[in-house]
């Protein structure tokens, strides 16, 4: 009776696999949708990222068998063409899956298509109101993921420790100028960081919104400095004009440090793009990697892979979210094969094993990726974070935490000397001369002679 069960079981269990692998054998090949905005470095990165990582999986002989093919929409950073992009992926090139995004505006329209279309969706873009759709109304959005970055409320989070780290390495910040994308995306920072720094006795002496393309910096540094801030804080991505500011910054020397999320200053060539003048500049490595400090071993092969392939190194951290979000997929797949789904491709299937991928079960690709219930990215410092990192000569260096820095903080040579000013103009009050100190010194040290003479005089 037990073997006859046992024999039962088996046949169940091959029959579920023969079924997997039938429907598997109707399909012809995996299409991978990558979507973003075609003309800037995020969206460049995005595509070949996803290309790379397809002609890698094709080389071992593609997902179940299936050869992988990459299609890609443009969303010229408008809803408009974002949703009807996402729509001709899933509905006319028949994506499986479809990876990208980049602006949490567009995103939030192209959710609504992604809903519609029931695709799943490993996506770029870090409003918190993403991943509160998925909670609110888990049955229709809960096809979306988010897999490049954190969100707006752990951007906040990096930004305070970063402010902490500097004053616990020779800075004193008390005084910040905040400058910042006009979008959507910024106001949820700035939700979260405006209470932060409050705890902190820090001020912010103003918040200042620029539009994409903006150049003006000049005056808006000189204008920190005559409102005596500390820190030049830019929050930027949408602008994409953070080595504009890094230039003026650098060929000005205010007495103030430039820190903050600048997403230009993640790029590899950043340096370069500004002649140097970005060297010091402190920022905040969205996507938890960085060229010069890959986080794991995939990493590391993938950024040597990418400048073999294109001749440089990633254009944007967007590259590291687009690669991981093809193997995800292939290993959430093949994982529903293995555990007999009739159909692996099924996108509910699909998202029931990307869910595994929880804090408790990560999965280590060129970062390690682990999703919460609402479909966010885990952040921390064992999963993906925005590191504090800083430009140093030419290098991008990682300097905060300790436990994946490579580096160590400098102070701008210009602003050590506003240091050390300001400490040699502050004499402790223990050393300032009092006006007769000198005479009653002596008098009293004559005093104190006198009587040990008499002292001496009695005990002989």
Not at 120 to 136: G, I, Q, R, T, Y
Not at 161 to 177: E, T
Not at 216 to 221: F, K, M, N, V
Not at 379 to 403: A, F, L
């Amino acid at each position: 009776m037990l073997a006859m069960r046992k024999l039962w079981l088996a046949m169940i269990v091959i029959l579920m696999l023969s079924l997997s692998i039938q429907t598997a054998m109707a399909k012809d090949k995996v299409v991978i949708g990558v979507i973003g905005p075609m003309s800037l470095p995020e969206g460049q990165a995005e595509k070949n990222a996803a290309m790379l990582s397809a002609e890698e999986i094709n080389k071992e002989g593609g997902i179940l068998g299936l050869p992988v093919e990459v299609v890609v929409g443009d969303t010229k950073l408008n809803p408009d063409s974002a949703t009807a992009e996402f729509r001709r992926l899933a509905t006319v090139e028949n994506a499986d899956v479809i990876t990208g995004g980049f602006s949490s505006g567009v995103m939030a329209a192209m959710m609504e298509t992604m809903a519609e279309t029931k695709t799943v969706f490993l996506s770029d873009a870090s409003s918190p109101a993403h991943p509160a759709k998925v909670a609110e109304d888990y049955e229709k959005y809960k096809y979306w993921f988010r897999i490049s970055q954190n969100n707006g409320t752990t951007f906040a989070w990096d930004l305070a420790d970063m402010i902490d780290f500097l004053n616990a390495n020779g800075l004193k910040i008390k005084k910040v100028y905040v400058i910042r994308d006009e979008h959507i995306w910024t106001d949820a920072v700035m939700k979260d960081l405006k209470p932060l720094l409050e705890e902190r006795g820090i001020e912010i002496v103003k918040d200042v919104q620029v539009p994409k393309g903006y150049t003006e910096y000049e005056q808006l540094i000189d204008e920190a400095e005559s409102l005596n801030a500390d820190l030049i804080m830019p929050i930027l991505a949408i602008a994409g004009t953070g080595d504009v500011l890094a230039k003026q910054w650098g060929t000005l020397k205010p007495k103030i440090m430039l820190a903050g999320h600048d997403l230009a200053a993640i790029d590899a060539e950043f340096f370069d793009k500004t002649d140097g003048l970005a060297n010091y500049e402190v920022f905040i490595a969205d996507g938890g990697a960085l060229v010069t400090a890959p986080p794991t071993e995939m990493c590391k092969k993938f950024i040597e892979a990418y400048k073999q392939k294109y001749g440089h190194y990633p254009e944007s951290h967007q590259a590291y979210g687009a690669y991981d979000a093809v193997y995800i997929y292939k290993k959430a797949v093949e994982e529903a094969s293995k555990a007999g789904e009739q159909n692996p491709f099924d996108p509910d299937v699909v998202v029931k094993y990307l869910e595994k991928y929880n804090p408790e079960n990560p999965i280590k690709l060129t970062r390690t990726i682990a999703f919460h219930k609402n479909h966010a990215l885990a952040w921390g410092d064992n999963y993906v974070r925005n590191w504090v990192s800083q430009w140093q000569d030419g290098k991008q260096y990682i300097i905060s935490p300790k436990t994946v820095a490579n580096g160590e903080f400098k102070i701008p040579p210009w602003l050590a000397q506003k240091e050390q000013e300001e400490k040699e103009q502050k004499t402790p009050e223990t050393t300032k001369a009092t006006p007769g100190f000198g005479i009653l010194t002596a008098v009293a040290g004559l005093s104190v002679a006198l009587s040990l003479a008499v002292l001496r005089r009695k005990t002989k």
